[in-house]
């Protein structure tokens, strides 16, 4: 019997695995952090990709509009924001010149205590920071992308003389990746640029670690090019939310230099697919909720062949996470209606509700949390477990004592792939 670990929460949760069924542990790898996160960024600043250094394309008197990630983000934004700022300093820019927009997207607005924990208690006090309001009346037009996408964009952004993104580049489940063009859309948008743009990802390209052909991504780099962007600093972080790597530079080239890193470290290639997959999200914060969770289902999808089982490991103390997300569960029972919805009109959590039942018509999905049994099996249409081993048991019974179970304890941040979809 095998006995494998996986984060649940703050702590972990043991699975037992008969020996003639474990098909082996699948995992991003374990990357170091790197021992000075400040010089990494300073050095990532100092030699920028395919890009004029900071300081020479900011000029005296100009006004330098910054995003950040919103506190939803695992992104150490405090680290980059110190550094960056001293650049535009050396270029003589004065710090009632820079404004610090934190693109929230549709999210809610940033507190005064989470600005503060982003940039720093002496930053914050400093430079001008302002929230991101989708809903504003003085959104900027920019114009339309090729895929009929309207992009507004915040008036401080495009109004301002120097534009620079910050943020993390790591796996996204319909965007290919996040990161790079990110900040722009959703990060700085309109409410309406935002759901034509998530409603691309009914296309079969919309996937994690896929950028080659994906519309989604494609509609958020004419979205970025349209802003002007002029400057990104964007860092990689390992599965403790720690700085692997920096790049700034262009928009494109720093954005893919980070892609490339992240393939490194969450691209776990395989030999062959699994009936049964165990997969932990990789503990708290990815497990917070099942929305955030699910990251974990819709990167183990491809391991499993069609008719198995996936057994998710998720602690979700703040329940489900998202009313949209539970409202359209319970109004919709088939994936065709969803994607009609979607076509018609788009709505942020729709999106979440969608990927889970059109993952549950390839597979089983049991899940170990704290959340109620009548939800998981009522509302999202999932097979409640009170322990690990019970939900593989299950599992088994469902698709076959002889089935081939992996092992997968930090999903959110692992990507399965095979020779023939393995690129970008």
Avoid at 181 to 189: C, D, E, H, M, Q
Wanted: net charge negative; charged share 25%.
């Amino acid at each position: 019997m095998v006995e494998a670990w996986l984060p649940y929460g703050r702590t972990e949760v043991s699975v037992k695995i008969p020996d003639e069924s474990f098909q082996g542990i699948i995992e991003s790898k374990d990357e170091a952090s790197v021992r000075d996160p400040m010089l990494e960024i300073t050095h990532a600043l100092e030699n920028p990709i395919d890009s004029e250094p900071l300081a020479s394309l900011a000029s005296a008197g100009e006004k330098v509009a910054v995003v950040i990630d919103d506190a939803t983000r695992p992104t150490p934004i405090h680290l980059p924001i110190s550094p960056l700022t001293t650049q535009l300093s050396r270029a003589g820019i004065k710090i009632e010149d820079i404004t610090v927009i934190v693109g929230t997207g549709m999210h809610r607005s940033a507190t005064g205590e989470e600005i503060a924990a982003l940039v720093g208690t002496e930053l914050a006090g400093q430079v001008k920071i302002v929230n991101h309001d989708c809903k504003a009346e003085d959104l900027v037009h920019l114009g339309d992308t090729s895929h009929g996408t309207q992009i507004y964009v915040n008036k401080e952004f495009a109004k301002a003389d120097v534009r620079i993104l910050t943020g993390d580049v790591e796996l996204h489940y319909f965007a290919g990746y996040g990161g790079g063009r990110k900040s722009v859309l959703p990060g700085i948008s309109g409410a309406q640029t935002i759901l034509q743009n998530h409603a691309l990802l009914l296309h079969p390209k919309a996937q994690p670690g896929v950028l080659d052909g994906n519309p989604v991504s494609e509609d958020m780099a004419e979205a970025a090019d349209m802003a002007k962007v002029d400057f990104i600093l964007n860092v990689v972080l390992n599965r403790r939310n720690e700085i692997v790597r920096a790049f700034s530079g262009n928009l494109h080239k720093a954005f893919m230099s980070g892609v490339q890193t992240v393939d490194k470290i969450c691209k776990a290639p395989c030999e062959t697919k699994a009936d049964i997959a165990v997969v932990s999200a990789g503990g708290s914060p990815r497990d917070i909720n099942l929305y955030q969770a699910l990251k974990a289902v819709h990167h183990t999808l491809n391991l499993v062949n069609e008719g198995g089982a996936i057994v998710l490991i998720a602690e979700c103390p703040e329940g489900h996470g998202n009313e949209t997300f539970r409202e359209w569960m319970i109004k919709f029972d088939e994936l065709r209606r969803m994607e009609q919805e979607i076509k018609k009109r788009f709505v942020i959590g729709g999106h979440k509700a969608y990927h889970l039942t059109k993952a549950l018509e390839r597979v089983k999905i049991y899940l170990l949390s704290t959340i109620p049994d009548y939800y998981v099996s009522n509302v999202f249409k999932l097979h409640p477990s009170r322990t690990a081993n019970a939900a593989l048991q299950a599992a088994l019974r469902a698709v076959g004592r002889d089935s081939k179970v992996a092992v997968i304890p930090y999903g959110a941040t692992t990507l399965p792939t095979f020779r023939e979809n393995d690129h970008t």
